[in-house]
């Protein structure tokens, strides 16, 4: 079902995205991971059909030349719009405007840029836009990253309306998923073992999120078992939001 689809997935040289483009990759789809860590190039080192390149996804330009080679001969099936950050979590009153326009390039204007030149190339297909569970419960400190991520499914949303049926737009709403970003969150935390412990115990599933889980519901969204589901958003955390 997947083999030989075009998939980008970007943010993907580590955590949910490398999770999520070797899922497609496993399944036989051609596909291209974008990240601004160097590591990226290496992603595909022992599987042919994937291929990482080096983008800075709040650099134009570099969008542009990162998509050419890949766009050029024929569309997109796949986006999944994944790369984000949450670099300083604070409070909006803490929060200076450089950093939170940081957040909003990244988690958002990069998402809009990065569509919009791959839309140019998708008939028809599937985009996939990764969100937060934080943005449905609000978290304490969080307020920048917590409105990127709400902007987030706003977008999915208004996206499914505007460019149904020929393209399908669904979000993920990860929960703690053990990944270098939430290694970062518990480094912040004053007893980060108890913190990974408190989490652990307030899921009904009783565990943290590993990558796989996320890459397999992203796969699930953009595969045609989700052939009449768009515009949804789906919260994959181990119980926490029920
Ligand atoms: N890990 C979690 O608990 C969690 C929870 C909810 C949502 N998320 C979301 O999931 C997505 C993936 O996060 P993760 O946990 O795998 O984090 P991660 O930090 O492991 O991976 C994010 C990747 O995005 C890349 N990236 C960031 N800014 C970029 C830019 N300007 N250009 C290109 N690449 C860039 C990073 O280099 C990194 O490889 C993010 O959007 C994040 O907000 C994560």
């Given at each position: 079902m997947m083999q030989s689809k075009k998939v980008i997935v970007t943010g993907?040289?580590?955590g949910i995205g490398l999770s999520t483009a070797r899922r497609f990759a496993k399944a036989g789809a051609n596909v291209l991971g974008l990240d601004r860590?160097?590591?990226?190039?290496?992603?595909g080192n022992d599987t042919p059909n994937l291929t990482g390149l080096c983008c800075d996804l709040t650099n134009v330009r570099q969008i542009k030349s990162a998509l050419e080679g890949f766009l050029a001969d024929s569309g997109v099936d796949v986006l999944v719009n994944n790369a984000g950050i949450n670099p300083s979590p604070s409070s909006l009153t803490d929060t200076p405007e450089a950093l939170w326009l940081r957040l909003l390039e990244t988690n958002l204007t990069a998402t809009y840029r990065v569509t919009k030149a791959v839309m140019r190339h998708m008939q028809c297909g599937v985009i996939i836009n990764i969100s937060s569970v934080l943005a449905l419960s609000g978290a304490n400190k969080n307020a920048a990253y917590a409105a990127t991520k709400g902007a987030i499914v706003s977008l999915t949303r208004a996206m499914a309306r505007d460019h149904g049926p020929a393209i399908r737009v669904n979000c993920v709403c990860p929960g703690a998923v053990e990944t270098e970003m939430f290694e970062e969150y518990l480094c912040r935390c004053d007893d980060p073992v108890l913190e990974r412990r408190r989490i652990r115990g307030s899921l009904p599933l009783q565990r943290l999120g590993k990558p796989e889980d996320i890459a397999e519901a992203v796969f699930f969204l953009a595969?045609?078992?989700?052939?009449?589901?768009?515009?949804q958003v789906l919260v994959v955390d181990g119980g926490d939001y029920a």
């Open positions: 993907a040289a580590g860590k160097p590591g990226v190039i290496s992603i595969s045609d078992s989700a052939s009449w589901i768009t515009g």
